[in-house]
């Protein structure tokens, strides 16, 4: 799998737009960018993925730089509830494993 | 659609023993994975198992082990426990051998005293 490269934290205010940068520049042709996040405590949570196009779903937009070594997941309009440690991952869709790495530590404030 | 369930969520166990953790995944998914985190490690990957065949393994020692059962069911074992075992256990489960997108149970804590 890729090595990513997170900010290893952020602050955001709640209401904002909350911008997650990854740096995945060694990224192959067959691997996909996922998002997860934990919040604390928790599990892991699914949040997004994509391969070359921008994706966006009910929780998040995945946006990918067209030489795809770079995405930055945008959460609309953060929430306290947002505030968790988002890891971003770069690996094959035949691959079983997840390699997590740091992740940023986003804290969503009033 | 029941998530992925894990139990028991905590535990506490001397050194020297073993422990035995369980994992229901997601109705119809197939393959399930597990993973260890720690504060000072993070979140490591342990095993996968898929069709009750393990097919994937971390770098951990043999006193982790695990099975898969007929109903895709999952348990993972560690044997002669040692302090630095103390750690969130979390199980994923996924649909396919072939799925990525894995969803994750809320983990059961294990302390080793």
């Known amino acids: ?110 | 659609k029941a998530g992925v369930t894990q139990t028991p969520r905590y535990l506490i166990k001397t050194r020297g023993q073993q422990v035995t953790l369980s994992c229901s995944p997601i109705s119809g998914h197939r393959s399930v994975s597990w993973y260890q985190q720690t504060p000072g490690q993070g979140l490591q990957f342990l095993f996968e198992y898929f069709s009750e065949t393990q097919r994937n393994k971390g770098n951990f020692p043999g006193r982790f082990s695990g099975r898969q059962f007929s109903n895709s069911r999952s348990e993972m074992n560690v044997s002669t426990l040692e302090l630095g075992d103390s750690a969130l256990y979390l199980c994923a489960s996924s649909l396919s051998q072939h799925q990525e997108t894995q969803y994750f149970g809320p983990g059961t804590r294990l302390l080793v005293l």
């Open chain 1, 1 to 110: 799998d890729a090595k990513t490269t997170q900010p290893p934290s952020m602050d955001c205010a709640e209401g904002r737009a909350a911008n997650l940068p990854c740096n995945h520049s060694t990224i192959s042709g067959n691997e996909y960018v996922y998002w997860y996040r934990q919040i604390h405590s928790q599990g892991p949570q699914y949040i997004i993925h994509g391969l070359k196009n921008n994706e966006t779903n009910e929780m998040a937009s995945l946006i990918i730089t067209e030489d795809r070594k770079s995405s930055t997941l945008i959460l609309p309009h953060a929430t306290l509830r947002d505030t968790a440690v988002y890891y971003c991952i770069a690996c094959t869709g035949t691959a079983s494993k997840l390699t997590f790495g740091t992740g940023t530590r986003l804290q969503v404030t009033l």
